[in-house]
């Protein structure tokens, strides 16, 4: 040991035994002193398991430890020796205040003693300079242990270096959550001390946004969103912004939701998209999105009027907060609540969408715009509204874009817009066709199939047909669709194609060519919807002694 670790083990065992000596002396308080002496019983095992511990010099938190043991014996001495007079000098009521001073004391040093034995801190060796990934190990278990002993001031202190380490790589974060810190920081959010509570929600929030992390979070349940909660109610503005995020990350479960939208969690996310700052905003909007996509929760957004703030965020806020707020809104009208939608509409949600499209700088925004247009524009009344207001040319555009998933929520926007011929005519002729049979060529099924349902929709107007005869690989691309290893992927939008151009004698043609009548033989004897009559519709007897069956 140390000499400094020695001096206070030893004063610990010297006022220890002299303190056990005079409780026996005691005139007043004896109830209270009888129950400082059970819990002075346990310190002599805790003093020997210290010092079992060949690290016990080297580690600053058995020293800090020891010293606040070797002065709370001090003091417990004192007042014992106060004790054995029928009338102690400072006066019973102070006496008894501390008694009970000390009783605390000795509790918390039994459970820091207990925590530092358990937490594995006192086996580390220190040899010197070593991997990196172990010293952040070695320097994370200590300081989850020094936030679970010693005071406030102390703690506080080891929050701060716990966050600086967290701040510092992924890696760290992922480090620290292994060696337990969650359980613990959760802990803290239960603090009467506000600095450490809301660096408690800081710690929580930089783990939230690891996604190897979130399970751990998941797994504190309901006590940690109702500590978030609590902060979003009442916290200051940053801490409010960081509570936002950990319950971003936590909202995407439906259990979660649920308890958010139960708890009143709605209306003080709505409260701080009104009047929280530019950060704060587009996260409380982020947590609203993720709870408006389960539908038993979409009437609590209605109770709380929160359509015109929405709104109000999609037209001013951030751009994260934009797209948070009409991804928001995008989920809300989701279903099948026609006068939920109007209600949207009603509060100018058309000319939100239309200036958000047009500033989108992002692909994901016009991602999420697309989805609320989609949505929109299953009810027909709005739309015929949409239309009105330009969004044609807008769905092309899109259409056009290099990602995937974009593409294939504008196509499903199309499918849902071509409700009319004259719409169906209007797409046409704005362009539609030619980027949804190229999206026949995509990796995705989802975007092939989102293509094809909206192609077999268009071409119902007779004049659509003509655009797409004179793509050079439309009907090669849509013949390959009906290959039956393609899986997943609905053939009856396939074969609608092409029956609607079977009729004309070059597209009969060029589909046998591509080896459409092998395709549909299979899918005929699989009874898919159509492939029978388009197979009949190609002319087996006439055309298969022209072409080579393939």
Not at 17 to 41: A, Y
Not at 121 to 127: G, K, Y
Not at 137 to 154: D, F, K, P, V, Y
Not at 499 to 518: D, E, H, I
Request: charged share 20%; hydrophobic share 40%.
């Amino acid at each position: 040991m140390k000499q400094s670790e020695n001096h206070y083990h030893q004063l610990c065992n010297q006022f220890y035994s002299s303190l056990i000596s005079e409780i026996s002396n005691v005139q007043t308080f004896k109830g209270k002193w009888s129950l400082i002496k059970s819990k002075l019983q346990q310190l002599p095992a805790l003093l020997s398991d210290l010092s079992d511990f060949p690290t016990l010099s080297s580690n600053p938190l058995s020293t800090d430890l020891l010293k606040a043991l070797s002065q709370t014996l001090s003091d417990a001495l004192s007042v014992a020796l106060l004790c054995q007079c029928p009338n102690p000098p400072v006066g019973k009521l102070q006496t008894q205040s501390n008694l009970d001073s000390i009783t605390t004391r000795f509790d918390q040093h039994i459970r820091d003693a207990d925590v530092l034995i358990k937490s594995g801190v006192l086996r580390e060796t220190h040899l010197g300079p070593g991997p990196r990934r172990e010293a952040v190990r070695i320097e994370a278990r200590n300081l989850i242990t020094r936030l679970q002993i010693g005071n406030s001031e102390s703690k506080n202190s080891a929050m701060d270096s716990l966050l600086s380490l967290l701040h510092e790589d992924d890696k760290n974060v992922l480090i620290a959550v292994a060696q337990g810190a969650v359980p613990v920081i959760v802990k803290l959010l239960d603090s009467s001390c506000v600095e450490i509570k809301e660096k408690a929600v800081s710690a929580i929030a930089r783990a939230s946004v690891l996604e190897s992390s979130k399970h751990v979070l998941v797994a504190e349940g309901i006590l940690l969103l109702n500590h978030l909660l609590r902060v979003i109610e009442s916290g200051t503005g940053p801490a409010k912004e960081k509570a936002c995020v950990a319950l971003q990350a936590l909202s995407f479960s439906k259990e979660n939701a649920r308890a958010i939208g139960c708890r009143g969690g709605i209306s003080s996310l709505l409260e701080i998209c009104l009047a929280g700052t530019p950060g704060s905003q587009a996260v409380a909007a982020g947590v609203l999105r993720n709870l408006a996509g389960f539908p038993d929760i979409v009437p609590n957004f209605v109770e709380e009027n929160a359509i015109p703030v929405l709104i109000g965020v999609a037209a001013s806020g951030t751009q994260v907060a934009q797209e948070n707020a009409i991804g928001c809104l995008s989920n809300l009208v989701s279903g099948e609540d026609e006068s939920l939608k109007m209600m949207v509409v009603r509060e100018g949600c058309i000319e939100c969408l239309k200036n958000f499209w047009d500033g989108a700088s992002w692909t994901r925004n016009h991602e999420v715009a697309a989805a609320l247009f989609r949505n929109l524009a299953s009810c027909k009344s709005i739309a015929e509204r949409l239309i009105i207001a330009g969004f044609i040319p807008r769905l092309v555009g899109v259409l056009n874009c290099g990602v995937s998933t974009v593409r294939t929520t504008a196509a499903r926007a199309v499918y849902e817009m071509a409700f009319t011929m004259k719409t169906r005519k209007e797409m046409g002729e704005a362009g539609c066709i030619a980027p949804l049979v190229r999206m026949f060529e995509a990796k995705a099924v989802e975007e092939k199939e989102a293509a094809a349902k909206a192609v077999s929709l268009l071409l119902s107007y007779i004049g659509n047909r003509k655009i797409f005869r004179k793509e050079e690989r439309g009907i090669e691309t849509v013949v390959q669709l009906l290959d039956p290893s393609i899986q997943n992927l609905d053939k009856k939008h396939v074969i609608a194609i092409l029956l609607t151009v079977s009729q004309c004698k070059k597209c009969k043609k060029r589909m046998v060519a591509s080896g459409a009548c092998r395709y549909l033989e299979k899918l005929a004897e699989m009874e898919t919807e159509g492939a029978k009559r388009l197979l009949e519709n190609l002319g087996r007897g006439k055309l298969w002694g022209v072409f080579t069956r393939t």
